[in-house]
């Protein structure tokens, strides 16, 4: 098959890939991508993007070049404000993954079930009565989680309570570890 523009990037699916989300070492571009970083690279910088690529937990993503000093960007990334319960979640599971990597040498996928999700934020709020609510709706705020990409559902059942779920690795790159130092900052004043 020949298209009529013989001036399309051989990746050029790769980087409209890229530009719908994250990709991981299973999905379909991940080959094309390690071998065409330099080019995929020198296109995106051209649109005001950069390309990561961390080859070790295996994913790839875009992220927005800084134009000046008040942050502005080509607003070609679409940012995504993330709730303060859905923040919570997140720096639990980047909590839990950074204690898989230290411990656990023996699998390279670190799950976590629903109920042990829920069990281990239970346990951060035992006692403290102005986060009930939070605990009510928890379900709906993993469900959240999952649609920002840091969870994949890895065993599914018919209800939330049977799922187990992946903690994807992306989270390394959106929850550092500065930002659990100022959680936990915070939770510890507020405490």
């Known amino acids: 098959m020949t298209t009529g523009n013989m001036n399309i990037l051989p990746y050029a699916g790769a980087i409209g890939r890229l530009l719908q989300g994250v990709v991981y070492n299973e999905d379909a571009p991940w080959r094309s991508i390690l071998q065409n970083q330099v080019g995929i690279h020198e296109y995106l910088e051209k649109i005001g ?9 295996g994913y790839a993503y875009i992220k ?12 070609l990334v679409r940012r995504t404000a993330m ?15 950074d204690d898989f990597d230290i411990h656990d040498h023996l699998n390279n996928r670190c799950t976590v079930s629903h109920k042990q999700l829920k069990e281990d934020i239970e346990l ?13 709706e928890i379900d709906k705020h993993i469900r959240k989680v999952v649609e920002y990409g840091f969870l994949n559902i890895f065993k599914g059942g018919d209800k939330d309570e049977e799922n187990v779920y992946e903690i994807r690795r992306i989270i390394k790159a959106r929850v550092s570890s500065d930002h659990i130092e100022i959680f936990r900052r915070k939770m510890e004043e507020y405490a």
């Open 49 to 57: 993007v950069e390309l990561v690529v961390d080859t070790q937990d």
């Open 64 to 75: 927005q070049i800084l134009l000046d000093d008040d942050e502005n960007t080509v607003g």
């Open 83 to 97: 709730t303060y319960e859905a923040s919570l979640i997140c720096i639990f599971l980047r909590e839990r993954l």
């Open 124 to 136: 951060f709020f035992k006692e403290k009565p102005n986060v009930k609510k939070f605990l009510r």
